[in-house]
């Protein structure tokens, strides 16, 4: 099985995990890198775009997050691709006629998208690939489709939530489920608590939607519909979020007072000295 893997020049630290679970897991597959060598937009050109419809509070204050928590670092993807003899070609124009003829040239079997190629993936793609095209989601496609992940899940107070790997069509995160995992959401989770443990609990899916495909036996999850599709939220939505986060924390430091129960100490046991 030949796959094609989309990205852009550089990689994300959850991208590279992802990317490096197939390269050491490809029994049965050969690998070929296609990568997007327009430059990657900006935490700051997604602020501008998105704050003229007052949705870029969540793009801005995870940048500064980022930022003080030292979380940019990027992998260059050509060298990621020579250090695992992934051969590589470079793509300027991936909404061109010149991008579809390299995939048909190529042969693919299934192409797995993990970054990059913005506006490049639609119908015309879709109908090269006799397997399709594989990516994330990290959402229940049933219930929270769009972005970003786990702000909606946790600003409704779920108890879980879904990571996909789904098989694109032409239409916005209304692919078909192949690959599905549950994530717990604790009622103790902040935004960034809750991303890392989606984050570190999910990068080998792609690599295991694949081994189903080589094996000839992929087994897509049921689906009667499609959930609403979020957006970025607004100031006032952030706002909200972190004040049920802070109610939620409370109640669970009061619950675990009345339970006699405190950071795991029994305070039952407590003496008070008598002056």
């Not at 937009?41 to 928590?69: I, P």
Request: hydrophobic share 35%.
């Amino acid at each position: 099985m030949k796959v094609g893997i989309l990205c852009a020049s550089s990689i994300n630290k959850f991208n590279s995990e992802v990317f490096n679970h197939i390269a050491n897991s490809k029994k049965g597959m050969s690998l070929f890198c296609i990568m997007d060598e327009r430059p990657r937009k900006t935490d700051y050109q997604r602020n501008v775009a998105n704050l003229k419809s007052w949705r870029g509070t969540y793009v801005l204050f995870m940048s500064v997050y980022k930022l003080f928590r030292r979380e940019n670092g990027y992998t260059n993807t050509e060298s990621f691709c020579t250090n695992h003899n992934i051969p590589v070609q470079k793509i300027s124009d991936p909404v061109s006629n010149d991008f579809l003829n390299v995939i048909k040239s190529q042969e693919f079997d299934i192409l797995v998208h993990l970054n990059g190629f913005d506006g490049a993936i639609g119908k015309p793609l879709l109908d090269l690939l006799p397997l399709g095209v594989l990516a994330y989601h990290h959402g229940d496609l049933r219930e929270y489709r769009g972005q970003p992940p786990a702000f909606w899940e946790l600003y409704y107070g779920e108890s879980t939530m879904v990571s996909t790997i789904q098989k694109l069509n032409e239409w916005v995160d209304s692919g078909l489920p192949i690959l599905e995992r549950d994530i717990p959401v604790y009622k103790t989770d902040t935004l960034q608590r809750l991303l890392q443990r989606l984050y570190s609990n999910t990068p080998d899916m792609m690599a295991q939607a694949l081994s189903l495909y080589a094996q000839g036996k992929p087994e897509p999850a049921h689906l009667v519909y499609h959930g609403t599709l979020y957006e970025d939220p607004t100031i006032i939505e952030w706002i909200v979020l972190q004040y049920r986060i802070y109610r939620r924390k409370s109640r669970n430091w009061f619950s675990q007072l009345a339970n006699k129960q405190f950071f795991g100490f029994d305070v039952s046991e407590l003496k008070i000295r008598d002056r």
